[in-house]
């Protein structure tokens, strides 16, 4: 937060601490390779989402861009169970493929659960397998040498880069999906950080209240345009998390939106833009897990 603000905020540049991440993984994947080790990041893509096809495109292209090596899996829309089942256990086999991610949501009729759980933890590049959380839970004043969930992570490192202190400050967690939500208060309660978290969803009573008094917003509902300038403090540091697809009524044209309305950049001290904020971050940092795994691998971690 910024005392005594007066807006517009600060942009938290995503996209380009997302470059500097890359610019620092490319050195650590050539040791690695120089070693032997090259790190493999493998996508299981199950349908033609236009949105989920477009961040895999985007992950292989980040790959490229470090030197990691890629391995993708696309399967068809109507694929079974038994399908995903082999593509997963192919990828656990695969010395090559160092970690990698299953595409979610997936289709209806396949069991996320069944999905995340049947992926190798130490490939877990999303970390989200019941090992890897639990292991969150569980170590809150050590470290953790396996996999954390990315975007988590990835909203975190955004606010450290920026110079902004987390210690003791009150952060409120609006919405309670898997990817985010309901895992980042775990990273933002370690003891190396030490923020209080207070999470709330469409159930809360009054979310309002519940964002006016936090120093730190991370809006990740997915329901466009949900936090407004008079739900901000003056000040205030606000991630704008969500990603919605809408179609706008008089165009039928459809477009990305965030959860952070128009007027909260005149309020808020700091804001992740959306595009250019938490997505290219995300990113970054799923290529970090994979390179942590290729170093816990190469036993130089
Ligand atoms: N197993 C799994 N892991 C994920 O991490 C995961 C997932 N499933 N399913 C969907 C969500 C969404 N997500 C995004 C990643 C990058 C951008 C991103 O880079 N966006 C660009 C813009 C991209 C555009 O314009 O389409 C930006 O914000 O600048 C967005 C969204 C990862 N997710």
């Known amino acids: 937060m910024?005392?005594?603000?007066?807006?517009?905020?600060?942009?938290?540049?995503?996209?380009?601490?997302?470059?500097?991440?890359?610019?620092?993984?490319?050195?650590?994947?050539?040791?690695?390779?120089?070693?032997?080790?090259?790190?493999?990041?493998?996508?299981?893509?199950?349908?033609?989402?236009?949105?989920?096809?477009?961040?895999?495109?985007?992950?292989?292209?980040?790959?490229?861009?470090?030197?990691?090596?890629?391995?993708?899996?696309?399967?068809?829309?109507?694929?079974?169970?038994?399908?995903?089942?082999?593509?997963?256990?192919?990828?656990?086999?695969?010395?090559?493929?160092?970690?990698?991610?299953?595409?979610?949501?997936?289709?209806?009729?396949?069991?996320?659960?069944?999905?995340?759980?049947?992926?190798?933890?130490d490939k877990d590049a999303d970390g989200l397998h019941p090992m890897n959380l639990g292991r969150a839970v569980l170590r809150v004043s050590e470290p953790i040498e396996s996999p954390l969930p990315c975007t988590p992570r990835a909203c975190i490192e955004l606010m450290q880069r920026h110079g902004i202190d987390l210690e003791g400050a009150d952060v409120t967690v609006v919405g309670r999906g898997t990817t985010v939500g309901r895992s980042i208060g775990l990273l933002l309660g370690r003891k190396d950080i030490n923020a209080t978290v207070t999470s709330c969803h469409t159930r809360t009573r009054d979310l309002a209240a519940a964002c006016r008094g936090a120093d730190v917003i991370i809006a990740a509902s997915g329901q466009a345009g949900l936090i407004t300038a008079d739900m901000v403090k003056p000040g205030a540091v606000v991630l704008d998390v969500g990603v919605s697809r809408i179609t706008d009524p008089s165009t039928g044209k459809t477009r990305l939106a965030g959860d952070v309305a128009d007027g909260v950049d005149e309020v808020a001290g700091w804001l992740s833009p959306n595009p250019a904020g938490v997505g290219p971050m995300t990113r970054a940092l799923l290529l970090v897990n994979v390179v942590e795994a290729a170093e816990r691998r190469a036993g130089i971690r």
Do not use: F, M
């Open 2 to 121: 910024r005392k005594g603000w007066n807006g517009p905020a600060r942009l938290l540049d995503g996209a380009g601490i997302a470059a500097t991440i890359k610019d620092e993984l490319a050195e650590r994947v050539r040791v690695l390779t120089e070693r032997g080790y090259t790190p493999g990041l493998g996508t299981i893509l199950v349908g033609t989402d236009p949105g989920s096809v477009a961040y895999v495109a985007g992950k292989h292209r980040d790959c490229a861009e470090v030197g990691i090596a890629s391995i993708r899996v696309d399967l068809d829309a109507d694929a079974t169970q038994e399908q995903i089942d082999a593509a997963i256990d192919q990828l656990n086999a695969d010395p090559a493929c160092t970690g990698y991610i299953v595409q979610l949501p997936l289709p209806r009729g396949i069991d996320q659960n069944t999905v995340l759980e049947r992926i190798d933890p």
